[in-house]
């Protein structure tokens, strides 16, 4: 659904490529719908708290967003998410040499 919005019609073919090659992780759907819900009413909005809730039921140690609303938010409510988040300058000078 996000990616039907996205302007960029390359990004978006590269983004529906994504997809079709299948999920990263086995995901249970009625559990990240349920912590999407308890991340919208902290005021993440339904695509932000949809992909933390994806990143968290994924395990993922690490969620980087160049969204700077979106870090602000997580960084508030750091204590109630169960993944990092950071900007991606910050994660690179993190793994890279």
């Known amino acids: 659904l996000e990616n039907e919005q ?3 019609e390359s ?14 992780a086995e995901m249970q759907d009625d559990q990240v719908a349920a912590r ?22 994924a395990t993922a140690d690490v969620f980087a967003t160049c969204d700077d609303r979106r ?8 204590a109630s998410l169960r993944v990092r988040v950071v ?10 040499p």
């Open 6 to 8: 996205d302007p960029m």
């Open 11 to 24: 990004r978006a073919a590269r983004d529906r490529q994504l997809v079709a090659a299948g999920p990263l």
């Open 36 to 57: 999407t819900a308890e991340l919208v009413t902290l005021g993440f909005g339904n695509f932000d708290a949809f992909h933390l809730a994806s990143a968290e039921a």
């Open 71 to 78: 870090l602000a938010k997580a960084t508030r409510y750091a």
């Open 87 to 96: 900007d991606p300058v910050t994660l690179a000078a993190e793994v890279l």
